[in-house]
């Protein structure tokens, strides 16, 4: 299986500041890569997928890079509404798997 | 407007069954990818199993031989068959949408259910 392995974990930071959150995978996976967002209590919300590819009606202060085996998502100018945890998905192989997740918190 | 509804979980002893449904509309399960992701209480998240629009499934090691996915295109309804469950399969379970799978490869989960608990203790 493809372990992908997200850091940091935990992330303390304040509003405006810009924020990068790292995804390694074992192996390569080409740009097969996802970035979701999740509240307490509630589903994730998919932000970027194909690595880079903002998803239609998420801010363009969220932007994704990188193909094989890193990948970073940068949030460039963090607002409240953005505190929540963050996770990455590779759809490259099955089966599919997530990253541990980062834990945004406001400093 | 794209919904997923989750029902069926609940509270269930070790090696009992339960059959978890999620209801779609504003588009049919018949044509896009469809998945299960399920996150133990305070934990990650883990996908579960996917439903090709050609019919194929595909399910992670930890629930493969005791999970079975499937769909009803009448009812536009997917479902998840979960057997001889585990106190480790306690969990919210989560729907969620790929892409169509006639026109693209599964990318990405763009829409996801409120989910559903399931408890699995004696």
């Known amino acids: 299986d493809i372990q992908l392995t997200q850091s940091p974990s935990f992330l303390s930071a304040s509003i405006g500041d810009r924020v990068t959150i790292t995804c390694r995978a074992s192996q390569g996976i080409s740009s097969y890569l996802a970035w979701y967002q999740q509240k307490p209590g509630k589903a994730p919300k998919l932000l970027i997928h194909a690595a880079s590819t903002l998803q239609s009606g998420v801010p363009s202060r969220f932007s994704g890079s990188g193909s094989g085996t890193e990948f970073t998502l940068t949030i460039s100018s963090l607002q409240p509404e953005d505190f929540a945890t963050y996770y990455c998905?590779?759809?490259?192989?099955?089966?599919?798997?997530f990253g541990g997740g980062t834990k945004l918190e406001i400093k | 407007e794209v919904q997923l509804v989750e029902t069926g979980g609940g509270l269930i002893q070790p090696g009992g069954s339960l059959r978890l449904s999620c209801a779609a509309s504003?588009?049919?399960?018949?044509?896009?990818?469809m998945n299960w992701v399920r996150q133990a209480p305070g934990k990650g998240l883990e996908w579960v199993s996917v439903?090709?629009?050609?019919?194929?499934?595909y399910y992670s090691d930890s629930v493969k031989g005791r999970f079975t996915i499937s769909r009803d295109n009448s009812k536009n309804t997917l479902y998840l068959q979960m057997n001889s469950l585990r106190t480790e399969d306690t969990a919210v379970y989560y729907c969620a949408r790929g892409p169509d799978f006639w026109t693209g490869t599964l990318d990405y989960f763009d829409y996801w259910g409120q989910g559903t608990l399931v408890t699995v203790s004696s």
């Open positions: 504003g588009f049919s399960v018949s044509r896009n990818y």
């Open positions: 998905q590779q759809l490259n192989i099955y089966p599919l798997t």
């Open positions: 439903f090709y629009g050609g019919g194929s499934t």
